[in-house]
């Protein structure tokens, strides 16, 4: 096993997205992100890696989505407004079929907000990532740890099922320190399994390769659409993952991803000190979101609480999950606000004493 090294959140996803087999990485620096890309501009060179700094993240974006159609794999990153202008081309990823990994590392928001971290992109990902029928593959870490195992996955997931993926992390993850074990050893692009759809040139040993969104007969685009759809259900199926914590004898579920599901923990264990049974679902993948998980904890909990650092994005999945068959409260702050544990207690002890 490697040794533990200390390294900051947003240098660990660079790191890691290396030892992934990425060469390729078109960004346009942001707060509170632009480590990533700095790390990538000193590094890329060094191993025979492109790095490019785009003249806008609309650029960037449409260069990863060239070069993910040429086979390779492909990164970049921003922050929510600059996620934002990237969904363009998303969009034309998805609709192409085309896997790359995007990282989000949010701040507050709408407009340029500021700079503290948030969780107010959840709609955008799971519901909103570009115009059109589409998903997208999004994960949530709560560690740096987490973030660098999820990165691997991410890339590895996107090309399975040939669509992009998303690391949905924020400002509090993407600036902290904490130590990390890397892979032993980094994947070479050589060893990753060949894209026979890539459009990279064929020399006259396969047929010609056309990567394409345009579909002008709506017969042939409503095809391709449902068809698409057909690997969202299974997606759906297979590769639902959360974290369980406490959740057995649980009268009340905390649902809560990223750097909340941190905060809830410290609640959870101060609130099982004054005899409240409470638990924690923490989402890893927002899509797809863990329903199996959730139906499973409403047989049993009296009610549920999303925590998050927005306005209530999470709480409609949540009650679509639970099919509507258990109360659904929402506690939570924004613009930058981080929720703590003592609040976190209070509002479950107010639900304890409604529900009685």
Not at 152 to 168: C, E, G, N, T, V
Not at 313 to 319: E, G, L, P, R, T
Request: hydrophobic fraction near 40%.
């Amino acid at each position: 096993m490697s040794d533990k090294v200390l390294m900051k959140g947003n240098e660990a996803l660079a790191q890691a997205a290396i030892c992934a087999g990425c060469r390729h990485f078109f960004g346009y620096p942001i707060t509170p992100q632009t480590e990533l890309a700095a790390y990538m501009s000193k590094t890329m060179p060094k191993i025979g890696g492109t790095y490019l700094q785009a003249e806008s993240e609309i650029a960037a974006i449409n260069m990863v989505q060239g070069a993910a159609a040429a086979g390779v794999r492909a990164m970049t990153s921003s922050s929510s407004p600059g996620i934002s202008l990237k969904l363009e081309g998303i969009s034309y990823m998805a609709g192409a079929d085309l896997p790359a990994l995007i990282i989000n590392v949010q701040r507050g928001g709408p407009g340029l907000g500021g700079i503290q971290p948030s969780q107010s992109d959840y709609d955008l990902a799971t519901k909103a990532p570009g115009h059109g029928d589409l998903h997208i593959l999004v994960f949530a870490p709560s560690s740096v740890q987490e973030m660098v195992d999820l990165v691997s996955h991410a890339f590895d997931s996107a090309d399975k099922y040939r669509m992009p993926a998303m690391i949905l992390a924020d400002g509090l993850l993407g600036q902290m320190m904490e130590p990390v074990v890397l892979p032993e050893k980094a994947k070479e692009p050589s060893e990753l399994p060949k894209k026979e759809w890539a459009a990279c040139g064929h020399e006259g040993e396969r047929k010609h390769n056309i990567v394409n969104s345009l579909y002008l007969q709506p017969q042939e685009l409503e095809d391709v659409v449902k068809a698409r759809y057909e690997r969202y259900a299974k997606i759906e199926a297979d590769e639902q993952m959360c974290e369980k914590y406490m959740t057995e004898d649980a009268d009340f579920v905390i649902v809560a991803f990223g750097a909340c599901s941190r905060i809830a923990k410290s609640a959870i264990n101060i609130a099982r000190k004054k005899g409240i049974k409470v638990g924690l679902i923490r989402p890893i993948t927002l899509w797809p979101f863990p329903v199996d998980a959730l139906k499973e904890a409403a047989k049993n909990a009296k009610a549920f609480l999303s925590v998050e650092m927005n306005m209530g994005q999470m709480v409609n999945d949540v009650k679509l999950a639970i099919e509507c068959k258990k109360p659904v409260e929402f506690f939570g702050h924004t613009g930058g606000i981080i929720p703590t544990p003592a609040e976190i207690v209070a509002k479950i002890e107010k639900m304890q004493e409604e529900i009685k």
